[in-house]
């Protein structure tokens, strides 16, 4: 115990503080746009980021992971804010990660594997074209200089790492131009234009909202959304973090430790957040390793905001909004055009069709619910293929059954069957079959029995044993 | 001869026309331990997550990039490990070949062109800079 605890905070201190310090400086211009996209005061977004990173660096199953305000969480939150205001979506805040941890007690977190990777690809696309979106109103039609300075923004963001590696380059963007911006008197559009900084730490309240029944039902539906996108995305974290570390993660402790964090968050003004996989990249790019990368990550954030918070709202809006065009193209899966063309035909209508229901919704939940539907729908309909093939001898018929027998089977299991012999020997040969349920037994049962009305003599053969116990079980008469 | 030799490979058609050469190397000095080394590059984690159903799938499909070479090495005779490792190609190779006290490294040279070069850096003058061992740099 008290060596895996040094394990996963000290093994690693020197490369744990520098990645956590990279970490805190990428995430300061991602915390205050995802605030704006869920319309909060860039502070909400702020504190989430620092207490969801402290608390997760603790209770997380997947150390050197990067959990913090993120942009799917924030545009699930968006029509709760507009209609509702903050206390209400700090109340949704508690109670997703109330859900998240009966998630993990429950080890929903296994569910996951249930999602196909289909689905995953349209969730991480339709992100990207979410946060797109998001930015739209905040550079299109302003004025020139606002254009100017998203274009300058994307040029360091794509270039200056090339050069300077040691440095989030976001970050250079941002303290230059708002350099600029500062002493050139530039006319744009500020952070502070859309909300205020307060540099002190966050503080326990409980959310202004009335504890009835109504309010539950306005916040249920969007803990639900958020509970789920949020686990889907520190999973899917988590898992890219096993891969580029060559190690193990617990993912129903990391459920759990997402939930906890949430609840906390949402207690002291912050938004709820989940892992973010841009970050956690750049962490363990960064040399982060152990959960105190994460600590420093969060911390440091704090610690910065309240040391340089009159800055923050000198912020120029066309500045973050490069930056979030970075986050969206980094998000974006650019191979899914060779995904379209290269991937089972199904698999890429189910990638389309969540892409497509979430644009049109709004809603990520929505679309990944969809995916995942229409992706069991084609499964059941690809595996439901049954071919009989017929076989004449002398004064002999068989029959050889190949594929699954379920209900959504039966029928074109029945209609292979020719019901007009007469007199003969019937044998149903079911090698290459397997029976699953009742109505795969009833439509055997209905078979033979239109055989013998017609005076056929109809043998069973070949079944399996788990396929003979199940005829067994619902005790067809077979002879 | 060659006692102990390190291949790189990164699936490319240059890594296996350089992992050609070691095999002929290789063939002169049959006691020679070959050891592959296959980089799963970080900037293509996400990638690679997202486009296989599961872990043990990703896992065979790095595996199935050697398939082909561990072919040739067994028509020759010749024994080999396969190691495959995580991080950025240049410093995830050299880390390795310089902890493993190798004869020889045998690399593909990419072959980008001068402005892929001056902006990505050449993995392949990374390692002959930086790894302690003779470097064969095939194209």
Not at chain 1, 230 to 245: A, Q
Not at chain 1, 451 to 457: G, K, L
Not at chain 2, 40 to 67: C, N, P, V
């Amino acid at each position: 115990m008290v060596n895996k605890i040094k394990r996963e905070w000290v093994s690693n201190v020197r490369g744990d503080i520098l990645s956590g310090i990279v970490v805190a400086l990428a995430l300061i211009p991602e915390a205050i746009a995802f605030s704006i996209i869920a319309g909060v005061d860039p502070m909400v977004g702020l504190y989430a980021s620092f207490i969801i990173a402290v608390v997760i660096s603790f209770v997380g199953g997947r150390p050197g992971m990067i959990s913090a305000a993120t942009g799917a969480m924030a545009l699930l939150m968006g029509p709760l804010v507009r209609d509702y205001g903050l206390d209400y979506l700090l109340a949704a805040t508690i109670l997703t990660g109330i859900i998240q941890i009966l998630f993990g007690v429950f080890k929903i977190a296994k569910l996951m594997k249930f999602i196909p990777n289909a689905v995953m690809i349209g969730f991480v696309n339709a992100l990207a074209i979410l946060i797109f979106m998001a930015q739209v109103p905040h550079f299109v039609g302003i004025n020139n200089v606002t254009y100017v300075f998203v274009v300058i923004t994307l040029l360091i963001v794509y270039i200056v790492p090339r050069f300077i590696k040691s440095i989030p380059a976001p970050l250079i963007a941002l303290v230059l131009l708002t350099g600029i911006a500062i002493y050139g008197n530039v006319n744009l559009r500020t952070v502070g234009d859309l909300g205020s900084i307060t540099s002190s730490l966050p503080s326990f309240f409980i959310p202004d909202v009335p504890f009835t029944f109504e309010t539950l039902a306005i916040i249920f539906p969007f803990s639900i959304a958020l509970a789920i996108i949020g686990l889907l995305e520190s999973l899917l974290t988590s898992t890219i973090v096993d891969d580029m570390t060559g190690t193990e993660s617990k993912k129903n402790r990391e459920a759990r430790g997402q939930g906890i964090a949430n609840t906390i968050t949402g207690f002291f003004g912050g938004m709820a957040g989940c892992a973010m996989i841009g970050q956690s990249v750049i962490n363990v790019k960064s040399g982060g390793r152990g959960r105190l990368s994460t600590f420093v990550a969060g911390a440091f954030l704090m610690f910065l905001i309240i040391v340089l918070g009159d800055l923050v709202v000198q912020i120029p809006m066309p500045v973050l909004v490069g930056i979030m065009i970075m986050v969206s193209i980094g998000t974006f899966d650019w191979s899914s055009f060779r995904y379209i063309v290269k991937a089972p035909k199904g698999d890429a209508v189910v990638m389309l069709v969540t892409v497509a229901i979430v644009v049109a919704t709004n809603d990520l939940s929505k679309g990944v619910i969809a995916g995942v539907i229409l992706s069991a729908i084609f499964f059941v309909a690809k595996i439901s293929r049954v071919s009989v093939t017929k076989q004449q001898e002398a004064n002999k018929l068989s029959f050889n059954v190949q594929g699954q027998l379920f209900f959504a089977s039966v029928e074109s299991f029945m209609n292979a069957f020719d019901f007009s012999t007469q007199n003969t020997d019937i044998h149903i040969d079911f090698s290459d079959a397997q029976i699953w349920d009742e109505s795969a037994v009833a439509a055997i049962d209905k078979v033979m029995q239109k055989y013998r009305e017609n005076n056929n003599q109809v043998t069973l053969i070949g079944l399996n044993s788990s396929s003979e116990r199940m005829v067994d079980r619902l005790a067809i008469q077979r002879i | 001869m060659y006692n102990k030799m390190l291949i790189a490979v990164d699936g490319s058609e240059h890594s296996f026309r350089a992992a050609d050469e070691a095999v002929k190397i290789a063939s002169l000095a049959k006691e020679c331990v070959i050891d592959i080394v296959l980089v799963a590059e970080f900037s293509k984690s996400k990638d690679e997550i997202l486009h296989s159903q599961g872990k043990e799938e990703l896992e065979f499909s790095r595996q199935k990039i050697l398939f082909p070479l561990e072919e040739k090495l067994k028509a020759e005779g010749l024994t080999y490990n396969i190691t495959i490792l995580h991080g950025e190609p240049g410093t995830t190779i050299i880390k390795h070949a310089n902890e493993g006290h190798y004869d020889l490294a045998v690399v593909g040279s990419r072959g980008l062109n001068a402005f892929q070069e001056m902006v990505l850096g050449s993995v392949s003058h990374k390692l002959v800079k930086r790894v302690d061992c003779p470097v064969l740099i095939v194209k």
